[in-house]
C-alpha cells in the first residue's frame, strides 16, 4: 500500500509523563529504524530491527527510551519520564532488509514537544 | 565508533552557482546512500552508490563514490531553487548491518 505512516503527527506532553509514538513500515519491509531530530539537526540513530534479530539499541540515549516491534510489523517506540530535550521528531524508516537495494523510506514523523 | 563526517554544514550559494557536499567515513564502506530533507520534510532517498570509483548521474546531480570506499561526494550543477534542503550521506561500514549517517549539509539558495 501506501507509505511508511507514524502517529500521531504531533505530541504535546507535560514533562514528567509517559508517550508512544507508533510506526507503520511498508508491507514485507524487513528493517525498521528510529531517529531523532532535532531542530535544524541531522539524524541520530535510536534503534535498529532487522526480522526476527535482536534489535541493535546502540543509540537509545537512557534507559527512558524503549521501543518493540510486534509481529515484524507495526513498532512503537515509547518514552518514559519526558524530558524537555526529549523535544524533536522522530523519524521511523523501513527498508527491504541489509542488501540491495536497501533504500530506507522515511514516514512523516511525529513532532513532540515537552512543557 | 564508525563515524561519517559530512562537509560543509551549511552552504549558501546564488541560484545558477554549483554545490558540492563531501562524506567521509573512518571505516570501508560497503555501499553508500544520499538522502534529501527539503524543509519540513522528511529525507527523501536519492540514490546507492555500492562499486569503487563509482559515478552516477541523475539530470544536474552527479554522484561520486571513491576508490577506497571511504568517501562520497555530491556536486549539483548549476543550482535551482528546488534543490534548496539538506543532503544526508548514508554509509554502511562493511560488515555491519545499519546504516550510519552523516549530519547532513544544509544548502540555502539565493533566487
Known amino acids: 500500500g501506501a507509505g511508511v505512516s507514524q502517529s500521531p503527527s504531533n505530541k504535546v506532553t507535560e514533562k514528567g509523563k509517559d508517550v508512544e509514538l507508533r510506526c507503520d513500515p511498508i508491507s514485507g519491509h524487513t528493517a525498521l529504524y528510529w531517529y531523532r531530530q532535532s531542530l535544524g539537526q541531522g539524524l541520530e540513530f535510536l534503534i535498529y530491527f532487522q526480522g526476527n534479530s535482536a534489535p541493535d539499541k546502540s543509540g537509545l540515549p537512557s534507559d527512558r527510551f524503549s521501543a518493540e516491534r510486534t509481529g515484524g510489523s507495526v513498532s512503537t517506540l515509547t518514552i518514559q519520564r519526558t524530558q524537555q530535550e526529549d523535544s524533536a521528531v522522530y523519524l521511523c524508516?523501513?527498508?527491504?532488509?541489509?542488501?540491495?537495494?536497501?533504500?530506507?523510506?522515511f514516514g512523516p514523523g511525529t513532532r513532540l514537544t515537552v512543557t | 565508533g564508525q563515524q561519517v563526517m559530512q562537509i560543509p554544514q551549511y552552504q549558501h550559494v546564488q541560484e545558477g552557482e554549483d554545490f558540492t557536499t563531501y562524506c567521509n567515513s573512518s571505516t570501508t564502506l560497503s555501499n553508500i546512500q544520499w538522502y534529501k530533507q527539503r524543509p519540513g520534510g522528511h529525507p527523501v532517498f536519492l540514490i546507492q552508490l555500492v562499486k569503487s570509483g563509482e559515478v552516477k548521474k541523475q539530470k544536474r546531480l552527479t554522484f561520486q563514490f571513491g576508490e577506497a570506499k571511504k568517501n562520497s561526494s555530491l556536486h549539483i550543477t548549476a543550482t535551482q531553487t528546488t534543490d534548496v534542503g539538506t543532503y544526508f550521506c548514508a554509509g554502511r561500514p562493511q560488515g555491519a548491518q545499519k546504516l550510519v549517517f552523516g549530519q547532513g549539509t544544509r544548502l540555502t539558495i539565493n533566487p
Open positions: 524508516a523501513s527498508s527491504l532488509g541489509t542488501g540491495y537495494p536497501g533504500e530506507q523510506y
